[in-house]
């Protein structure tokens, strides 16, 4: 008989009340084998009530999705981890494939899925074949459903302090692995595409080539989250920084 598993599903939340809402309402929160964890970064915009309307547990810190996802890691009781940005679009078949997938093969750390953007413009589609590409090659972020073992994150030193690229700094320790992880390719995990309107494609690349610059120069992480927000966020986030 296969060992049971009990997934947390964590999510960083920061001024999404136009999405917070309809993510939960996909996901299977009365199930006995899952919880739902939201943590936000000081929503002025309702958020939090609207998780609290769902009965689910919100816990609140200051704005850095690193830390975040620390707190609702120290908060959850899962034998494994799911971490979900609010913007995505899933249900109970993600769940369960999660589930299914860990059970079959015990040597896999953990893993993701495959990412389809919710636009349909040329630059969506292009970023749809542009992720499925490098994920191939063992690079994915955390819009793509990022989910790992337990005992693995305590292995790996947990989730990593970072305000931004805290999912990238993530994947590169499982990657690293002896043990392989999994991207899932069916069902897709969809995105928004809202980070990308308005925008032109250059400065699309060239903020995500400047940001992995920064990273591995090893700059503050307030500067390489101030340097990707949107504005919507700046203000709220880092006060400092827009002096």
């Not at 940001?211 to 120069?217: D, K, N, R, S």
Request: aromatic share 12%.
């Amino acid at each position: 008989m296969s060992q049971s598993i009990y997934l947390s599903i964590i999510i960083p939340t920061l001024n999404e009340a136009s999405n917070i809402g309809q993510l939960l309402k996909t996901l299977p929160y009365h199930r006995t084998d899952i919880e739902i964890i939201v943590v936000d970064g000081g929503s002025d915009d309702g958020t939090r009530d609207i998780t609290q309307r769902f009965g689910i547990p919100c816990f609140t810190c200051p704005p850095s999705r690193g830390r975040q996802l620390q707190l609702g890691v120290q908060q959850a009781r899962g034998d494994v981890f799911w971490f979900l940005h609010a913007d995505s679009h899933v249900d109970s078949r993600h769940v369960d494939v999660i589930i299914e997938t860990l059970k079959a093969n015990t040597q896999i750390i953990g893993g993701n899925f495959a990412i389809t953007f919710s636009d349909n413009d040329p630059f969506s589609l292009w970023l749809n074949r542009f992720y499925s590409h490098i994920r191939d090659r063992g690079f994915y972020y955390g819009d793509s459903g990022i989910f790992i073992r337990r005992h693995i994150l305590n292995e790996l030193g947990g989730i990593p302090a970072k305000d931004l690229m805290e999912d990238y700094a993530l994947v590169r320790r499982m990657q690293k692995h002896s043990l392989p992880t999994t991207c899932i390719n069916h069902p897709h995990i969809v995105s928004s595409s809202r980070r990308f309107q308005g925008r032109s494609r250059k400065s699309i690349i060239v903020g995500w080539i400047m940001i992995h610059i920064m990273f591995y120069l090893h700059l503050p992480d307030s500067w390489l989250a101030y340097f990707y927000d949107s504005k919507r966020k700046r203000s709220k986030a880092y006060p400092n920084l827009e002096k």
